[in-house]
């Protein structure tokens, strides 16, 4: 159930956005402003508002920075910050529910998650995870079935889900967040699932002792991001080569943000990576007919020795 305090958000925004609809209206406003009238959310933007002109066909987002208001053609971009997007519908503004959610990354609509889980905060994991759409594509013309996978930062499980459906099964997943451990052994009760910090050396000696022949990875990507900190180094980074250097796996399947093309984190995966052939791939889910703007580079790994039949 949700908390007091949520709802009361929740219904607080949506209850504000009638007055806003009002407030355009008579003022005539055709770009960005500012309202007395919504506290902490005094900023408004009307992005391409001469498209539409009408709040009700547009996008809407409460964000820290404020309101902005996108086109009717806007394909929302889930990210873990759970900015979720509002809607018009039958008379009333209304935020997507967890099936639109769970559509946005290509997640079947079967998928759960434990009971007490807040809108907010399944909008929040689902933004941290990978588009099924978007793995699956990049896995169609990489023929292979039967493999022992390990799944590292393994989230909601979206690299299991492909995976799975390929006749491939998970050995072992590993991420720190207690969420997601939750959600996870939820949708996959039989999944050895360790909670830890991949940094921990006790964590690297239980994947490397585990049998499997493809590792997949969705490491951390805020040091690498456009809109994160762009560090240009990551412990986790670190520590998942030190693992593969150490357990020389047949496969790799990785994943992280595009910008990591340009950053040095690249030619530190290169160096650590010299015995595998890489495949690199940018793919955005709205490129594949689903309405979400997030593109994400995939690579595949394979051991140089491993001649086409044994792939």
């Given at each position: 159930?949700?908390s007091?305090k ?8 949506l209850?504000?956005?009638?007055l ?5 209206s008579?003022?005539?406003y055709?770009?960005?402003?500012t309202?007395?009238?919504?506290k902490?959310k ?19 987002t409460?964000r820290?920075?404020g309101i ?6 806007y394909?929302?971009?889930?990210t873990h ?5 509002i809607?018009?519908?039958n008379?009333?503004?209304?935020y997507?529910?967890k099936?639109?959610?769970l ?5 079947p609509?079967?998928?759960k998650f434990p009971p007490n889980?807040?809108l907010k905060?399944i909008a929040?994991l ?13 896995l169609?013309d ?7 996978f ?6 909601l ?10 006749n491939?099964?998970?050995?072992l ?10 959600t996870?052994?939820?949708n996959f ?8 910090d ?7 000696k239980?994947?490397i002792?585990?049998e499997?022949?493809?590792?997949c990875?969705?490491?951390p990507c ?23 250097s ?12 595009p ?6 984190g ?20 709205k490129d594949?007919?689903?309405k ?5 580079l995939?690579i595949?790994g394979?051991?140089?020795k491993l001649?086409?039949h044994?792939n």
């Amino acid at each position: 159930m949700l908390s007091v305090k949520i709802k009361e958000t929740i219904m607080n925004n949506l209850l504000k956005l009638p007055l806003l609809e009002q407030y355009i209206s008579e003022n005539g406003y055709n770009s960005n402003f500012t309202v007395p009238f919504l506290k902490g959310k005094s900023t408004v933007e009307l992005q391409n508002w001469k498209d539409y002109q009408d709040l009700k066909k547009g996008i809407i987002t409460f964000r820290q920075s404020g309101i902005r208001v996108k086109a009717p053609n806007y394909y929302p971009c889930l990210t873990h910050i759970p900015n979720i997007p509002i809607i018009y519908e039958n008379g009333n503004y209304r935020y997507l529910n967890k099936e639109e959610l769970l559509t946005l990354q290509s997640f079947p609509l079967n998928y759960k998650f434990p009971p007490n889980y807040s809108l907010k905060k399944i909008a929040s994991l689902l933004g941290n995870s990978i588009n099924l759409t978007a793995i699956q594509y990049f896995l169609k013309d990489k023929w292979f079935a039967n493999l022992n996978f390990v799944d590292c930062f393994a989230g909601l499980g979206g690299f299991h889900l492909v995976l799975n459906s390929l006749n491939n099964n998970c050995v072992l997943a590993i991420d720190k967040n207690k969420s997601c451990q939750e959600t996870y052994t939820l949708n996959f009760p039989t999944t050895p699932f360790l909670l830890g910090d991949i940094n921990s050396k006790e964590i690297q000696k239980q994947i490397i002792n585990s049998e499997f022949d493809l590792l997949c990875a969705g490491f951390p990507c805020q040091n690498f991001s456009k809109a994160g900190k762009q560090t240009h180094n990551s412990k986790e980074l670190d520590s998942l080569l030190t693992i593969i250097s150490k357990k020389q796996p047949n496969y790799l399947l990785l994943e992280s943000v595009p910008n990591f093309l340009n950053n040095v984190g690249l030619n530190q995966l290169i160096r650590g990576l010299l015995g595998y052939s890489l495949n690199f791939q940018i793919i955005n889910p709205k490129d594949l007919g689903i309405k979400q703007n997030r593109p994400r580079l995939f690579i595949w790994g394979q051991k140089n020795k491993l001649t086409n039949h044994e792939n």
